[in-house]
């Protein structure tokens, strides 16, 4: 429980709420008990991190929201480096904190590192974490830089466009869900920020672990945001491409003893099509070609990866 670092929080004009998504633990007894100052709103039902967050932040009136997960402890003034620079351009629509792990101050953070990025075929990496390959912290990330998205693990955004946008997508339930939503950003035409000068330790896999649920979500919900969001051209061209490269990943993952990997794979290509099938809502912003929005790596992080031996954000992105 991170709650005391929250409310340590140097930022004077904050409130601090904390959203139950449905628990059957005796959280919310504790925190009334230890936290009385802490509003609390309780959902009757799981609706997931991201439909979670659209009921909890229709109740909030407020001019910025954070997203913070409950598994991440935050530094004492890691508010006013962003807010200072969210009010002083209002095209920027989120921004995130630098993440460091909570376990190991030495390295970035699986969930966000220094900023989020995407390739050109809608795989995420970050500055700092490409892959399972966690980068040190040298402060080689500390400038301030325009991103592809934020990390939902300490996302702050501006009210006014979460709503306009309709929130999170909350048929994600949980995973990408922040990447789809700063597509859109980006899409309406805002920006998305990472401000290193804010940092915050993240637990990681707190609110749903590692296994075959996780791998399932991250591919399903990959594929549906690159369906959302891309073009009619590159949705012909990339979306086939990574039909490809899901199977040779759930292949070699069974030749290498995972069968839940492997499942877990099959079960999300066939979610797909489902979907697909039955008529998945998307939205009415304008497509921009992917290539063209910020954040964006123009060739592919698997082949950089895997054959060509580029582990680190700065091999393979030279303008870091």
């Not at 966690?134 to 301030?144: A, M, N, T, V």
Request: hydrophobic share 40%; proline share 3%; net charge neutral.
């Amino acid at each position: 429980m991170f709650l005391p670092s929250v409310f340590n929080s140097t930022y004077p004009n904050k409130r601090i709420i904390v959203a139950d998504n449905a628990s059957t633990d005796d959280s919310i007894a504790f925190v009334k008990e230890h936290f009385p100052t802490a509003e609390i709103l309780i959902n009757k039902q799981n609706d997931g991190f991201a439909g979670g967050y659209n009921w909890a932040l229709r109740l909030v009136e407020s001019e910025y929201y954070v997203l913070l997960n409950s598994d991440v402890e935050v530094s004492s003034n890691w508010i006013e480096p962003i807010i200072n620079l969210m009010e002083s351009d209002k095209s920027i629509a989120a921004c995130q904190p630098k993440l460091i792990s909570f376990y190991n101050r030495n390295l970035l953070e699986y969930a966000g590192a220094s900023g989020g990025w995407i390739d050109k075929l809608g795989y995420p990496f970050s500055r700092g974490r490409v892959f399972d390959v966690l980068e040190e912290d040298k402060h080689q990330y500390d400038d301030i830089k325009e991103i592809f998205w934020a990390s939902g693990a300490a996302m702050f955004v501006r009210s006014k466009v979460f709503h306009q946008l309709t929130g999170l997508d909350a048929s994600f339930f949980a995973h990408q869900e922040e990447i789809d939503l700063c597509w859109r950003m980006q899409l309406a035409g805002y920006r998305i920020m990472v401000v290193p000068q804010s940092v915050v330790y993240h637990v990681g896999a707190g609110t749903l672990p590692r296994g075959g649920r996780k791998v399932f979500l991250n591919f399903r919900n990959n594929l549906l945001m690159l369906s959302k969001n891309l073009t009619v051209k590159e949705r012909l061209t990339i979306i086939p491409f990574r039909f490809l490269l899901d199977a040779i990943s759930a292949w070699k993952g069974l030749f290498h003893g995972d069968l839940y990997f492997f499942t877990a794979i099959c079960k999300a290509h066939f979610s797909v099509l489902n979907i697909w099938l039955k008529g998945y809502k998307t939205h009415s912003l304008k497509r921009i070609p992917i290539e063209e929005l910020k954040g964006v790596y123009k060739g592919c992080v698997v082949t950089q990866y895997f054959i060509k031996g580029k582990q680190y954000f700065h091999e393979i992105v030279e303008n870091k």
